[in-house]
């Protein structure tokens, strides 16, 4: 569970002696992305206290701890801009040149956050996408990168076949599904676990994650701080 402390720095955005102090001291070079990598200089203590991650990388027996260097070949410099966002201001949103949030995108902050075990935000970005799918269907391209960017049994895997189901039991016949149908089904895992969920519960109909979201939370969103999300 986050602490009171943690959320109060991050609210206050770091008018507090404590939250300076995160300010404070040695920087460490985190570089973005392989093609076009990104580097970003980030307070140290920062990173250290909101991501057990990077405490492992810049305070353990490793090379990065000695060169205060991180480099992150497999994320996007776009995906990590939020989680500096998030880290610097206390809120989840796109940035102004970012005007608006995809389902994929998404879904790579969330497996950003599984990395750098930053769970509070990951829970974030988990009603994000709950809450993006309220209103429109769930697409193969979205089932497909979410597939791509977590492990089985992730909650993010179980809120994809939860909300798939759902849609399916709302739209079957509609235009195009099937076409849709064809391409997530295509993806070997995704259909292993829907067949599973199909089949664990025949006679029920399909549950809306949005009525459910804390069972795809790690529950270590501070409820109270939530509303300042975009």
């Known amino acids: 569970m986050e602490d009171s402390t943690s959320s109060n720095l991050i609210k206050g955005a770091f008018n507090s002696r404590a939250g300076l102090d995160l300010l404070r001291g040695p920087s460490a070079t985190v570089v973005v ?34 060169t205060l260097s991180v480099t992150l070949p497999e994320d996007e ?13 206390g809120k989840f949103s796109y940035l102004g040149k970012y005007p608006k949030v995809e389902a994929g995108d998404l879904v790579k902050v969330w497996a950003l956050c599984d990395k750098l075990e930053c769970f509070p935000l990951q829970d974030r970005v988990m009603v994000a996408l709950i809450k993006k799918h309220s209103d429109e269907f ?7 990168a979410a597939y791509s960017h977590s492990a089985p049994g992730s909650s993010l895997r179980k809120f994809i076949v939860a ?5 399916f039991a709302s ?8 076409r849709d149908w064809n391409v ?9 676990d829907l067949i599973k969920a199909q089949t664990s519960r025949p006679c029920e109909r399909p549950q809306n994650p949005l009525d ?3 069972d795809y939370l790690e529950g270590e969103m501070d409820q109270g ?3 300042n999300d975009d």
């Not at 410099?77 to 610097?88: D, I, M």
């Open 33 to 66: 992305g392989r093609e076009q990598p990104c580097t970003w200089n980030i307070p140290k203590a920062l990173l250290v206290h909101h991501s057990p991650f990077f405490a492992k990388a810049l305070n353990g027996p490793f090379t990065e701890a000695t």
């Open 77 to 89: 410099p776009a995906t990590f801009e939020l989680f500096l966002n998030w880290l610097y201001i």
């Open 138 to 144: 769930l697409g193969p391209s979205t089932v497909a």
């Open 163 to 167: 909300q798939y189901m759902a849609d």
């Open 171 to 178: 739209i079957q016949g509609v235009i195009g599904w099937d």
């Open 184 to 192: 997530a089904a295509s993806i070997g895992d995704f259909t292993s």
């Open 212 to 214: 459910y979201q804390d």
């Open 225 to 227: 701080w939530a509303n």
